[in-house]
């Protein structure tokens, strides 16, 4: 069995955008080996894979809640989770915090069992619902954001390959532009307006004698 003390020193490397503070802080570092995290290891997990979405069980096994989110503090350590409770299909849910160590954790098989031993439907519907400091984010201010943020990786790709492109052309390239402006210059010439003529002189015709 694992304690929720442990798990929470370990998901604070590991929680995907809950923890980004934490890869920020890490990614301070100009050594790319010391920077990205190139694969999993046995001992990690994900926390979309294992924890969110984990349904919490009673000391007798029948399942609360699920949990929707982790709760992470100043030191980048998972203090608590939000869990969802009550309701039927995700409607007239509440979600309540409930800290750490209230919380225990089992891996059998590869799948996570997350247990609140102390938990009993009158303690969850007394709970206070957990308030968010800052209201959620609304599909109008996602899709702002997602849109900002396709801008940004198109427009770096976008320069990359020219970049590249310039860079693979190189003396082509010039050749190329010198050959053109070699066109240019001799339809410019062609196009010029021919010289006129020099008029023809006249020799008066010699006058009779008288």
Known sequence: MLNFGRFSRLASAITGAAVLSTLAAVAVRADDTATFI??????EYLAKDRLIGAKVHDSDGKIIG???DLIVGNDDHVVGVVMGVGGILGLGEKKVGVTTSALQLEV???KMHVIMPAATKEALTS????KRVSPKKGLYERAVEKGEELRDK???TAKDAMDAAKE???PAFERAKKAAQDVIDQAREAAKPAAPAPAPVSTPAPSATP
């Open 38 to 43: 190139t694969e999993q290891k046995m001992t």
């Open 66 to 68: 699920d949990i929707e």
């Open 108 to 110: 059998t098989d590869g």
């Open 127 to 130: 709970a206070p619902a957990f």
């Open 154 to 156: 198109s427009a770096v």
């Open 168 to 170: 693979k052309s190189g």
